[in-house]
T-cell receptor, first 113, second 115 residues
Framework: DVKVTQSSRYLVKRTGEKVFLECVQD?????MFWYRQDPGLGLRLIYF???????EKGDIPEGYSVSREKKERFSLILESASTNQTSMYLC????????????FGQGTRLTVV | AQSVTQPDIHITVSEGASLELRCNYS??????LFWYVQSPGQGLQLLLK??????LVQGIKGFEAEFKRSQSSFNLRKPSVHWSDAAEYFC?????????????FGTGTRLLVSP
């Protein structure tokens, strides 16, 4: 089974902290994605990566950065967490073509207090 | 800009009744189309997808969807709903030809199943 594993299911952080959300996939996929999920807004793409050390901004990159040093790992970084970044964060991975689906992790619910 | 509209935020269906969840998209050309399901506390699972060909697509768990180009719609259907179908359903579109699979999601429809 393809697995996309997010390191934490729940996180509580303080305003101003630097926060790392980690995602690992075990299927040698080229593409990896970070989405943010909010009620009434669906999923919105923050960043994606199509290769090691390559990244592209999604629709809502402000306040976030990413790192992909190894193919299997894609990290989302909140440089200085704010309360409006309280949300569910979903990581996904996919091969470099459309013939197969994108696989999602179970999500990290982040609360910034 | 591309967008996906799911007009129903919540739908309640009796167990055993039929289900239709609506999805309309706005796009420059016919995109790739997807339906995902998210059970409580879980990630998203692909139900079905449309790339080309037959406009009626069969998916997992007894779901199907019909692509109607003239209406820019991709509605999800199931003839008989089970209690385990209670979940949130997301319609998504993806651009042809990029290979990056940048999906644009609708806002979701939460399905409640009554006994």
């Amino acid at each position: 089974d393809v697995k996309v594993t997010q390191s934490s299911r729940y996180l509580v952080k303080r305003t101003g902290e630097k926060v790392f959300l980690e995602c690992v996939q075990d299927m040698d996929h080229e593409n990896m994605f970070w989405y943010r999920q909010d009620p009434g807004l669906g999923l919105r793409l923050i960043y994606f990566s199509y290769d090691v050390k390559m990244k592209e901004k999604g629709d809502i990159p402000e306040g976030y950065s990413v790192s992909r040093e190894k193919k299997e790992r894609f990290s989302l970084i909140l440089e200085s967490a704010s309360t409006n970044q309280t949300s569910m964060y979903l990581c996904a991975s996919s091969p470099g073509n459309w013939d197969t689906e994108a696989f999602f992790g179970q999500g990290t619910r982040l609360t910034v207090v | 800009a591309q967008s996906v509209t799911q007009p129903d935020i919540h739908i309640t269906v009796s167990e055993g009744a039929s289900l239709e969840l609506r999805c309309n998209y706005s796009y420059g050309a016919t995109p790739y189309l997807f339906w995902y399901v998210q059970s409580p506390g879980q990630g998203l699972q692909l139900l079905l997808k449309y790339f080309s060909g037959d406009t009626l697509v069969q998916g997992i768990k007894g779901f199907e969807a019909e692509f109607k180009r003239s209406q820019s719609s991709f509605n999800l259907r199931k003839p008989s709903v089970h209690w385990s179908d209670a979940a949130e359903y997301f319609c998504a579109v993806g651009p042809r030809g990029t290979g990056f699979q940048k999906l644009v999601f609708g806002t979701g429809t939460r399905l409640l199943v009554s006994p």
